[in-house]
Nanobody
Framework: QVQLVESGGGSVQAGGSLRLSCAAS????????MGWFRQAPGKEREWVSG???????SYADSVKGRFTISQDNAKNTLYLQMNSLKPEDTAMYYC???????????????????WGQGTQVTVSS
């Protein structure tokens, strides 16, 4: 089981930026799909962004052009740079990891087996 720990959440005004980090307890090689999800109160957990096993990145339409996913393999860390934040980005953000490319293809929470505890992002208008 991989331990994932998110950090970097906080409260910002609309238009502001935050960078989320996700530290893995072990080296996750390129055979893993790494992803970010978010969940707002009363809503389902939704896909935000991911890095697949071939290094390709993907984004939900709602964050495309504003969020950037990256990873530092030397530090076993995944990042999510969030710019031009909007109130509708307010949610708990979760890091997830799953071996294989399929999870990054499906982009649904149910296919990911490793999760962090989440970090809260609040954007005020």
């Amino acid at each position: 089981q991989v331990q994932l720990v998110e950090s970097g959440g906080g409260s910002v005004q609309a238009g502001g930026s935050l960078r989320l980090s996700c530290a893995a307890s072990t080296y996750l090689d390129s055979s893993y799909c790494m992803g970010w999800f978010r969940q707002a109160p009363g809503k389902e957990r939704e896909w935000v962004s991911g890095i697949s096993t071939d290094g390709s990145t993907s984004y939900a339409d709602s964050v495309k052009g504003r969020f950037t996913i990256s990873q530092d393999n030397a530090k076993n860390t995944l990042y999510l740079q969030m710019n031009s934040l909007k109130p509708e980005d307010t949610a708990m953000y979760y890091c997830a990891a799953q071996a294989g490319w399929y999870a990054c293809y499906r982009r649904t929470a149910s296919v990911f087996g490793n999760w962090g505890q989440g970090t809260q992002v609040t954007v005020s208008s």
